[in-house]
């Protein structure tokens, strides 16, 4: 079963705005990662936040993780119509393989 | 290096004939996966291999198996395809049990 879910389901907003998903999972993990993946492609490896760590930065990305509550947002500031895609977060519980949410697609207007 | 690479890109089955997948990746990763992924359900995990010559199942094993022969390539077989497994499949490796995962272009299989 899928172990994080991403809030919202879709998200649209215009070029130089700031995008913020959220992610939501189950057991206790590892790390926690992100990924994009644009229309027909496969993912691409965004950001991976440690359990001990709070917050992430990379380039116009940042990454918070609240283990405590069990949530993760991933923030994209000053969006380009290039960040357009689908958001993905994902959890190392077991040590076996990422288990993945359902997904938020993002899309960027100029 | 090419990374991971999958074939075949595209495939038309028709119901009950059977098919590989191959999915080779250069960069020496112990752990593979392969996943399917359909409209509204996010990446489901099928098999996944944690080195040359072993496969475990994931969480949607039934209908597909998988070989691990080689350490470079990660084979997924359906014996006899269903309209059910019309998705696109992903397959992705990694180095180390809890890092970053590489992912192939994926293969869009569609069984009629």
């Known amino acids: 079963s899928q172990q994080g879910e991403e809030d919202p389901q879709a998200l649209s907003i215009q070029e130089g705005e700031n995008a913020t998903m959220n992610c939501s999972y189950k057991?206790?993990?590892?790390?926690l990662q992100w990924y994009r993946q644009n229309s027909g492609r496969g993912l691409v490896h965004l950001i991976l936040?440690?359990?001990?760590?709070r917050e992430k930065h990379s380039g116009r990305l940042r990454v918070t993780l609240d283990t405590s509550k069990k949530s993760s947002s991933l923030l994209i500031t000053a969006s380009r119509a290039a960040d357009t895609a689908s958001y993905f977060c994902?959890?190392?519980?077991?040590?076996?393989?990422?288990?993945f949410g359902k997904g938020t697609t993002l899309s960027v207007s100029s | 290096n090419a990374g991971v690479t999958q074939t075949p890109k595209f495939r038309v089955l028709k119901t009950g004939q059977s098919m590989t997948l191959l999915c080779a990746q250069d960069m020496n990763h112990e752990y593979m996966y392969w996943y399917r992924q359909d409209p509204g359900m996010g990446l489901r995990l099928i098999h996944y291999s944690v080195g040359e010559g072993t496969t475990a199942k994931g969480e949607v094993p039934d209908g597909y198996n998988v070989s691990r022969l080689k350490k470079q390539n990660f084979l997924l077989g359906l014996e006899s395809a269903a309209p059910s497994q019309t998705s696109v499949y992903f397959c992705?490796?990694?180095?180390?049990?809890?890092?970053?995962?590489?992912f192939g272009p994926g293969t869009r299989l569609l069984v009629l």
């Open positions: 057991t206790s993990i590892n790390n």
């Open positions: 994902a959890t190392d519980a077991e040590e076996t393989a990422l288990i």
């Open positions: 992705a490796s990694r180095r180390t049990p809890t890092g970053t995962q590489y």
């Open positions: 936040i440690r359990s001990n760590e």
